[in-house]
């Protein structure tokens, strides 16, 4: 079982659609969560961090459930810019400190 | 004001032929990484330096190595470049005094193309 897994998608939705990723983690003892947005032959940004009471930003919420091993982001009235690979990434805990692993990502086309 | 910074932008190399690439901060962050990006594909990660302990990853290849010599500045040398190696290298870093919620920051990364 790989440590971070996502659904690749990818998913194309239209203009003004409400669209939820997950992400599962194997490792219990995992620490901290992101969600980053890698666009097309760029970088990866932070998203946001999630916390353990769920958190918004905007149009975005993020939600973590600890004892499913899981991870969400919600997008609502989603726009052609949020066309992106939304990466969820995970920090181990215990003795692998620091360390982050990456989920294979989810696409997200949004068409008009 | 980019704060992770990595050069060249674009590197071709030949095959067989030694590569390094550099990333330097200006966060003062303790811990630098550096992953490999292939094409759709997760960064995977390659090594990392807690301040100037090396951690290196299981199933990253002798072929890769890793020098920091002081916090600002990290290099990853390629020995012996085999086309299997082009990819993007992106570099980032994060701060373990704020352990639990301290993302990574990237730097725009490296194309390696390997010819």
């Known amino acids: 079982r790989k440590e971070v897994e996502q659904d690749p998608g990818p998913f194309n939705v239209p203009e003004g659609a409400t669209v939820a990723f997950n992400c599962t983690y194997s490792?219990?003892?995992?620490?901290?969560f992101f969600w980053y947005r890698q666009d097309c032959r760029k970088e990866p940004k932070l998203l946001m961090s999630?916390?353990?009471s769920g958190n918004e930003d905007g149009r975005f919420t993020a939600q973590l459930n600890r004892a499913s091993q899981y991870i969400s982001l919600l997008i609502r009235d989603s726009k052609l810019s949020d066309s992106a690979t939304y990466l969820c990434?995970?920090?181990?805990?215990?003795?692998?400190?620091?360390?982050?692993?990456f989920g294979q990502g989810t696409i997200l086309t949004v068409h008009p | 004001d980019a704060m992770v910074i990595q050069n060249p932008r674009y590197q071709v190399t030949q095959f067989g032929k030694p590569v390094t690439l550099s990333c330097s901060q200006t966060?003062?962050?303790?811990?630098m990484y550096w992953y490999q990006q292939k094409s759709s594909q997760a960064p995977k990660l390659l090594f990392h330096?807690?301040?100037?302990?090396?951690?290196n990853e299981a199933d990253t290849p002798d072929n890769f190595q890793s020098r920091r010599p002081n916090t600002s500045f990290c290099f990853l040398d390629i020995r012996s470049p085999g086309l299997g190696d082009a990819a993007m290298y992106l570099c980032?870093?994060?701060?373990?005094?704020?352990?639990?919620?301290?993302?990574?920051?990237f730097g725009n990364g490296t194309r390696l193309t390997v010819t």
């Open positions: 980032a870093t994060s701060s373990l005094l704020r352990m639990n919620d301290s993302p990574l920051h």
């Open positions: 490792n219990s003892a995992s620490q901290s």
């Open positions: 999630v916390y353990s």
């Open positions: 990434v995970v920090r181990a805990g215990g003795t692998s400190y620091g360390k982050l692993t």
């Open positions: 966060l003062n962050h303790n811990v």
């Open positions: 330096y807690y301040d100037k302990d090396f951690n």
